[in-house]
């Protein structure tokens, strides 16, 4: 893929460490007080205790895609107007450590972005040519990954809207792919259009749209019940 096509046309120039190689691993000394330090310890408790990203890494194991840590997260400065990534190229999530500061918002980052990868991992995802795949994966990265839940839309000051959650999840869905594709406003809206309904409607591996954290916990303790369930049958 020709470098400069690859940055402008993909979304690549909102995050510049991932055209430097091979990452540079600093003296445990220096990342100490780093924002990257901080980036991994965030992401380590995201895995260890969010509900959502339990369960996706969950499913994505039992689909053959285990997820490692240090493999398949990479904490790097990006461009200011941006949270977070998947590189479907390396199969990688990025977190952008200088825009992410707490917890909260380490956890709704990595459940958007574990979402991406799901669903690179469960169907043959045409990121790069294929508009309508990549603007499915975005609203159901924004329907499922509490984006949209009442709380954030409240300190957004987004809210008492009729299908508040729908118009939420297809604003951001078209957002999301406004950023890292040169494509018209006219075009993207008519993508998002014709494949909302069906991805809005596709809950997995939830089963549910899961609007805050008890959501999350009741669809991943159904989650690891399943096959006691159809063991039964």
Excluded at 40 to 58: C, D, I, N, R
Excluded at 164 to 189: F, N, P, T
Aim: proline share 2%; charged share 25%; glycine share 6%.
């Amino acid at each position: 893929m020709d470098q400069t096509k690859q940055e402008e046309e993909y979304g690549y120039d909102l995050f510049p460490e991932r055209n430097k190689g091979k990452f540079k691993k600093g003296s445990i000394a220096e990342s100490l007080f780093t924002f990257n330090h901080k980036c991994q310890v965030m992401l380590q408790f995201a895995m260890e205790t969010s509900p959502y990203a339990k369960l996706l890494l969950g499913a994505m194991q039992s689909s053959g895609c285990t997820v490692f840590k240090d493999r398949h997260f990479s904490c790097e400065e990006c461009d200011g107007t941006v949270s977070g990534g998947f590189d479907a190229a390396s199969s990688q999530i990025v977190l952008c450590q200088n825009n992410i500061h707490q917890q909260s918002h380490m956890n709704r980052v990595v459940t958007h972005e574990l979402i991406h990868a799901f669903d690179h991992c469960r169907a043959h995802v045409d990121w790069f040519n294929n508009f309508r795949h990549l603007a499915c994966s975005e609203i159901r990265a924004a329907n499922l990954s509490g984006d949209c839940s009442f709380s954030n839309e409240v300190a957004r000051f987004n809210f008492g809207l009729k299908q508040h959650h729908q118009e939420c999840v297809r604003g951001r869905a078209l957002r999301s792919i406004l950023a890292v594709r040169k494509i018209s406003r006219q075009e993207a809206e008519k993508i998002v259009d014709e494949v909302f309904d069906t991805c809005f409607n596709d809950h997995a591996p939830f089963g549910r749209i899961p609007h805050g954290n008890k959501d999350a916990r009741f669809a991943y303790r159904d989650y690891k019940n399943r096959d006691r369930y159809y063991a039964n049958l």
